[in-house]
């Protein structure tokens, strides 16, 4: 439980529809409140609406990539300080450029996530200090 006794939210932007049900599926069962979004238009919509603690990200999604929603959010206000795990099926190295500099807590390939790594790496980040704060 977060502060105040509310479950922390997390959106996930993933556009593999499957996909994100799963990992919102997992989410919840471990007492986080999560938001789905298919495409980077919906995904900073719901990012601004919500506030989360947590943004899952894939960086191949539709209408805005995920490089962008990381950028607009870290222009904004509303965004500048909400902690970012990238979960994309690009490798690092073939990743657009500056994404660390742009303030993000890690870096997944999906095709190296084991069964509970998603859990553990989103319980971790959100026991740490906020760094962006």
């Known amino acids: 439980m977060g502060i105040f006794g509310h479950a922390p939210k997390l959106v996930i932007v993933e556009d593999n529809v499957a996909l994100a049900e799963i990992y919102k599926v997992r989410m919840e069962i471990l007492g986080y409140k999560c938001f789905a979004a298919y495409d980077g238009q919906v995904a900073l919509e719901l990012i601004e609406r919500e506030r989360p603690n947590l943004v899952l990200l894939d960086l191949m999604v539709p209408k805005i990539a995920g490089d962008q929603i990381l950028e607009t959010m870290r222009a904004n206000e509303w ?5 970012v795990l990238i979960i994309s099926n690009l490798n690092e190295v073939d990743a657009p450029a500056g994404l660390r500099e742009k303030g993000i807590e890690g870096y997944v390939v999906k095709a ?8 553990n790496l ?3 980040i959100l026991s740490r200090p906020n760094q962006n704060q």
Request: net charge negative.
């Open 79 to 83: 965004g500048k300080d909400i902690r």
């Open 112 to 119: 190296n996530l084991q069964n509970d790594d998603l859990d």
């Open 122 to 124: 989103v319980g971790t």
